[in-house]
Nanobody, 115 residues
Framework: QVQLVESGGGLVQPGGSLRLSCAAS????????MGWYRQAPGKQREYVASIRTSGWTNYAESVEGRFTISRDNANNTVLLEMNSLKPEDTGVYYC?????????WGQGTQVTVSS
């Protein structure tokens, strides 16, 4: 059964914004720190941001001040608001728990920042 489903990616110009969404099964969402990760072409997957059940958040230095992670507890959803996007933000974005579990990787959602 599918446990994490990402959506919301697309093509955006530099300086633009996107909002990503991750729908999680209730058992995963309620018990874990949830995180966003990304993988740029030719590079390893990297950590982007995370949020605890308490709402405490943490960000990679490269996105601090531009991205905002949040939780919609009523809908078991993790959101990633991305502003001031740069070409180097291009990649496939995934959600997972923190630390990431191999069996929970989904298909991800493609984000392309280009003029």
């Amino acid at each position: 059964q599918v446990q994490l489903v990402e959506s919301g990616g697309g093509l955006v110009q530099p300086g633009g914004s996107l909002r990503l969404s991750c729908a999680a099964s209730a058992g995963i969402f309620s018990a874990n720190v949830m995180g966003w990760y990304r993988q740029a072409p030719g590079k390893q997957r990297e950590y982007v941001a995370s949020i605890r059940t308490s709402g405490w958040t943490n960000y990679a230095e490269s996105v601090e001040g531009r991205f905002t992670i949040s939780r919609d507890n009523a809908n078991n959803t993790v959101l990633l608001e991305m502003n001031s996007l740069k070409p180097e933000d291009t990649g496939v974005y995934y959600c997972n728990v923190l630390p990431a579990q191999r069996g929970l990787w989904g298909q991800g959602t493609q984000v392309t920042v280009s003029s």
